[in-house]
């Protein structure tokens, strides 16, 4: 199975799902013109990984920005996420980073952790 590898612009997060690791990585900003149409592959990716993943998959999220229709398209990955750790021989575990002084995105990890039933580590970048 492929990774999937896209890199960062202004409006878009740098991702990296790397199917050999186990790595997930979405790090930047998250405001694209369309949020749908950016995360779909991403979601369709984890479908498939679904079937052969297995020992730890670790997640890390460290946006510094996302917009409301990100968020819906993030909780769309989280659940597939969730679904993984249910159905697979895998072990999710998300590790949400936000910067000391962001309580936003702390309170956004928080909100998350309590929707889903998977392990969620809140991380704090020191400036």
């Known amino acids: 199975m492929d990774s999937i590898k896209i890199e ?3 409006k878009t997060p740098t991702v990296s ?3 050999k690791t186990g790595q997930i990585e979405i790090k930047g900003r998250s405001i694209p013109e369309n949020s749908i149409e950016f995360y779909k592959p991403l979601v369709d990716w984890l479908d498939k990984y679904a079937d052969i993943a297995e020992g730890t998959v670790e997640v890390t999220i460290q946006l510094e920005y996302f917009n409301t229709s990100s968020s819906k398209c993030i909780l769309d990955v989280f659940k597939k996420l969730e679904n993984l750790n249910n159905k697979s021989k895998a072990d999710v575990v998300i590790n949400w980073y936000y910067e000391e002084d962001d309580e936003d995105m702390l309170e956004a990890g928080e909100d998350y952790q309590s929707i889903l039933k998977i392990p969620f580590q809140m991380k704090e ?3």
């Open 8 to 10: 960062g612009t202004p």
């Open 17 to 19: 799902f790397d199917a």
């Open 125 to 127: 970048i020191e400036e």
